[in-house]
């Protein structure tokens, strides 16, 4: 039995019943680790010694016969800007190369006290800016599918340790499309959560009122499982919601889904068009119901997007001074630290985005831009109030194309924001989403989106297990 | 096209420091993204009330207790430099 390829499910009845240890799984995706991550490069440091002290613990709870949580003794993976105390955290910039992390986040806290096993972090674009990974300072993940291939972004690092079997889950940030994007990419599930539903506490910020944490899994279950385990209100994050996840079945019956025409427009891959509208068939002649809907303003999402996020990122990464912590260039006058520990400590992307930041928030050109995206967000958002009025869910695509090669789009920024436009209102409106495995273009994996209403992860999640079952 | 001297200034106030080729492909850049952002321009006019909070969620804030914080020396010592478990700062005034 290949330990690796089981879902957590799995994972925990194997280990109930005694069939192997936490220690064997944990072995096993170690070794796993050991012989592939070389090629694909998801991880950014592996905890080989704490992973297995850890499934020890469990295997004595399981000796003394002790009730087991879902996912304790099952190994996972953390994206590398969420912090697990004692270990590196880099968000995958030179910045902060050396920094060790002196907390645990609440949904890592929330992992560690279920008994999960943490086998390291994973690579990301830098501080979580970008669709494909490659911004990362530190290395370049490859798509496990295609290894000449990106793996999508920016937690490209764990969906592509999942993807490979060298996790059995993990933990994603999602800020326009970080968790959908690259599982649509590398075949999995993601989930970003509806704002407010999970702490972001100890997540190092990207853009503060998009950011979210969620999972990225082997199937939609799983997805359940670790939602369920991760969300919840946090004193620590006081933008989290007092919200109880509660379980629902959804009759196909008497669901109607939304397909926005804003959503299938130019640009869109036809071969990516067709596997969406098969899937979304799929429901339909199950006894869904299919209801066109309009979402206007999405035509300025993107643009509202990148001015927001932009905006709230240059504020965010004002505090790598080089004086508190991170890289830090000495200089006898302060202002040189500042501008030579920033100038050497942040790549290409970060830069860019500091700066169209700083841009859109100066004297002169806030009126235009900033105060403008903040009033288009309004716009985006009364136009999923108003859809929601008419249906449950809305589907669509994640990113209008497979994945691309390396290096494709490195060079031309704006093309790769393009790559984002079908998940950047999710984010501007505070939804959730959902990326489901539905179909492949060769060997190409291609995920369709489910949104839903805010705290509504409970109908996307039956909707999409009901769905998954048909595809596979 | 935004100049050279625009990027530069943006560049002060961002405190980056940015080599000649930096300043060079980030007036191509954030040329191009802000000839982007200008679609903005065609979206629907609002009116000022309805232009809230980013995020409509009722905010909860804790409540402002002290609380014995273990983490000190290990926040001071990912500092570059220190004195007497203070974070050492050059001169400002």
Same mark, same amino acid.
């Given at each position: 039995?290949?330990?690796?390829?089981?879902?957590?499910?799995?994972?925990?009845?194997?280990?109930?019943?005694?069939?192997?240890?936490?220690?064997?799984?944990?072995?096993?995706?170690?070794?796993?680790?050991?012989?592939?991550?070389?090629?694909?490069?998801?991880?950014?440091?592996?905890?080989?010694?704490?992973?297995?002290?850890?499934?020890?613990?469990?295997?004595?709870?399981?000796?003394?016969?002790?009730?087991?949580?879902?996912?304790?003794?099952?190994?996972?993976?953390?994206?590398?800007?969420?912090?697990?105390?004692?270990?590196?955290?880099?968000?995958?910039?030179?910045?902060?190369?050396?920094?060790?992390?002196?907390?645990?986040?609440?949904?890592?806290?929330?992992?560690?006290?279920?008994?999960?096993?943490?086998?390291?972090?994973?690579?990301?674009?830098?501080?979580?800016?970008?669709?494909?990974?490659?911004?990362?300072?530190?290395?370049?993940?490859?798509?496990?599918?295609?290894?000449?291939?990106?793996?999508?972004?920016?937690?490209?690092?764990?969906?592509?340790?999942?993807?490979?079997?060298?996790?059995?889950?993990?933990?994603?940030?999602?800020?326009?499309?970080?968790?959908?994007?690259?599982?649509?990419?590398?075949?999995?599930?993601?989930?970003?959560?509806?704002?407010?539903?999970?702490?972001?506490?100890?997540?190092?910020?990207?853009?503060?009122?998009?950011?979210?944490?969620?999972?990225?899994?082997?199937?939609?279950?799983?997805?359940?499982?670790?939602?369920?385990?991760?969300?919840?209100?946090?004193?620590?994050?006081?933008?989290?919601?007092?919200?109880?996840?509660?379980?629902?079945?959804?009759?196909?019956?008497?669901?109607?889904?939304?397909?926005?025409?804003?959503?299938?427009?130019?640009?869109?891959?036809?071969?990516?068009?067709?596997?969406?509208?098969?899937?979304?068939?799929?429901?339909?002649?199950?006894?869904?119901?299919?209801?066109?809907?309009?979402?206007?303003?999405?035509?300025?999402?993107?643009?509202?997007?990148?001015?927001?996020?932009?905006?709230?990122?240059?504020?965010?990464?004002?505090?790598?001074?080089?004086?508190?912590?991170?890289?830090?260039?000495?200089?006898?006058?302060?202002?040189?630290?500042?501008?030579?520990?920033?100038?050497?400590?942040?790549?290409?992307?970060?830069?860019?985005?500091?700066?169209?930041?700083?841009?859109?928030?100066?004297?002169?050109?806030?009126?235009?831009?900033?105060?403008?995206?903040?009033?288009?967000?309004?716009?985006?958002?009364?136009?999923?109030?108003?859809?929601?009025?008419?249906?449950?869910?809305?589907?669509?695509?994640?990113?209008?194309?497979?994945?691309?090669?390396?290096?494709?789009?490195?060079?031309?920024?704006?093309?790769?924001?393009?790559?984002?436009?079908?998940?950047?209102?999710?984010?501007?409106?505070?939804?959730?989403?959902?990326?489901?495995?539905?179909?492949?273009?060769?060997?190409?994996?291609?995920?369709?989106?489910?949104?839903?209403?805010?705290?509504?992860?409970?109908?996307?999640?039956?909707?999409?297990?009901?769905?998954?079952?048909?595809?596979? | 096209?935004?100049? !050279?001297?625009?990027? &530069?200034?943006? #560049? %002060?106030?961002?405190? $980056?420091?940015?080599?000649? =080729?930096? /300043?060079?492909?980030?007036?191509?850049?954030?040329?191009?993204?802000?000839?982007?952002?200008?679609?903005? !321009?065609?979206?629907? &006019?609002?009116? #000022? %009330?309805?232009?809230? $909070?980013?995020?409509?969620? =009722?905010? /909860?804030?804790?409540?402002?207790?002290?609380?014995?914080?273990?983490?000190?020396?290990?926040?001071?010592?990912?500092?570059?430099?220190?004195?007497?478990?203070?974070?050492?700062?050059?001169?400002?005034?």
């Amino acid at each position: 039995m290949d330990l690796t390829s089981l879902t957590i499910k799995q994972a925990h009845e194997g280990l109930k019943n005694g069939d192997f240890t936490s220690v064997d799984l944990t072995k096993a995706y170690l070794k796993n680790i050991k012989k592939l991550d070389k090629e694909i490069n998801a991880y950014l440091s592996v905890d080989e010694s704490g992973a297995l002290e850890q499934a020890k613990k469990v295997d004595e709870k399981i000796a003394k016969g002790q009730e087991l949580s879902l996912l304790s003794g099952v190994p996972c993976a953390v994206k590398d800007n969420i912090m697990v105390d004692g270990q590196k955290c880099t968000a995958a910039s030179k910045m902060l190369e050396k920094y060790t992390a002196t907390y645990d986040a609440t949904v890592v806290k929330k992992l560690k006290e279920l008994g999960a096993v943490i086998l390291g972090k994973t690579n990301l674009d830098e501080f979580a800016f970008g669709s494909s990974t490659e911004n990362s300072a530190l290395k370049t993940t490859k798509n496990p599918h295609d290894l000449t291939r990106v793996p999508g972004g920016s937690s490209g690092g764990s969906a592509a340790a999942v993807a490979a079997n060298m996790a059995c889950f993990a933990l994603g940030s999602d800020t326009g499309c970080s968790i959908r994007n690259p599982a649509s990419f590398c075949g999995i599930s993601g989930l970003k959560t509806t704002y407010g539903a999970v702490s972001r506490y100890g997540l190092i910020a990207s853009a503060s009122s998009l950011d979210q944490i969620g999972p990225l899994t082997k199937n939609v279950e799983d997805a359940k499982i670790v939602f369920q385990a991760i969300h919840g209100r946090d004193k620590m994050d006081l933008t989290t919601a007092d919200y109880n996840f509660n379980e629902t079945t959804v009759d196909l019956n008497s669901l109607k889904i939304g397909v926005p025409k804003e959503y299938f427009s130019k640009g869109l891959d036809p071969e990516v068009e067709k596997i969406i509208r098969d899937a979304i068939e799929k429901l339909e002649r199950i006894g869904a119901k299919i209801v066109k809907v309009s979402l206007p303003s999405c035509e300025f999402a993107l643009a509202c997007y990148y001015i927001i996020q932009t905006s709230e990122a240059s504020a965010n990464l004002a505090r790598f001074d080089g004086i508190r912590y991170g890289l830090s260039t000495q200089d006898e006058d302060i202002l040189n630290v500042y501008l030579k520990s920033r100038g050497k400590g942040l790549g290409a992307e970060a830069k860019r985005r500091i700066m169209l930041g700083t841009y859109c928030l100066s004297s002169g050109y806030y009126d235009a831009y900033y105060k403008k995206a903040q009033e288009i967000r309004q716009l985006i958002k009364k136009d999923f109030k108003k859809a929601f009025e008419a249906v449950d869910l809305i589907m669509g695509p994640v990113v209008p194309f497979p994945a691309f090669k390396i290096g494709e789009k490195l060079d031309d920024p704006l093309s790769m924001y393009l790559a984002d436009i079908y998940t950047v209102p999710v984010n501007l409106a505070g939804l959730p989403g959902f990326s489901l495995p539905v179909g492949r273009i060769d060997n190409l994996p291609v995920g369709l989106q489910i949104i839903g209403n805010h705290f509504e992860e409970n109908k996307i999640l039956s909707v999409a297990s009901q769905l998954e079952k048909m595809i596979e | 096209m935004i100049s !050279k001297d625009e990027v &530069k200034h943006i #560049a %002060k106030l961002a405190r $980056l420091e940015l080599t000649e =080729k930096e /300043i060079e492909k980030m007036q191509k850049d954030l040329s191009e993204i802000l000839d982007y952002f200008n679609l903005l !321009k065609r979206a629907d &006019k609002l009116s #000022a %009330k309805e232009t809230g $909070l980013a995020q409509e969620g =009722k905010m /909860i804030p804790r409540k402002d207790e002290v609380e014995i914080s273990n983490g000190q020396d290990k926040i001071v010592a990912a500092a570059p430099d220190e004195k007497n478990g203070y974070i050492k700062v050059k001169t400002i005034l």
